[in-house]
């Protein structure tokens, strides 16, 4: 997924002096992401943020066929906030007990997710920018 959407430009993407595809680019950097958290996480911190991370990507996408592509797909809205609900009372519930076990994990999670957001949001204005300019 992530060498489709490096293909598709939603993901920067630099070469490193590495001549191989894509697909073996993002091999490369998701083991060096792994070994990162290895070094500095155990793995049910590592769990926990695969947790956070999975659960925010999921309303995200629950959030945009709700209000972008409904129509389209035949989507049923009433599934489709039943499954915002629930993700938002999973998410909130997991918060609330690794805040008691684990805090700094949260803030790790809550961090890193607004810190990846806004990297995505200033790249992806930089490059509809680049496709304004060119039209």
Do not use: C
Not at 5 to 31: A, C, D, N, R, W
Not at 82 to 106: E, G, H, R, Y
């Amino acid at each position: 997924m992530l060498a489709m959407l490096t293909e598709m430009k939603l993901i920067p993407h630099g070469h490193f002096g590495m001549p191989s595809p894509i697909q073996k680019h993002t091999l490369v950097y998701t083991v060096v992401i792994a070994a990162i958290l290895a070094v500095f996480f155990d793995l049910s911190r590592i769990a926990s943020l695969g947790v956070y991370f999975y659960l925010i990507m999921e309303m995200i996408i629950h959030w945009g066929v709700f209000r972008y592509r409904r129509e389209e797909t035949g989507a049923n809205p009433a599934i489709l906030i039943s499954a915002l609900v629930a993700d938002a009372v999973v998410l909130i519930a997991f918060i609330a007990m690794k805040l008691q076990s684990d805090p700094i994990i949260v803030a790790t999670g809550i961090g890193s997710a607004v810190l990846l957001m806004g990297l995505e949001r200033i790249y992806l204005h930089t490059w509809f920018a680049e496709l304004e300019d060119a039209h």
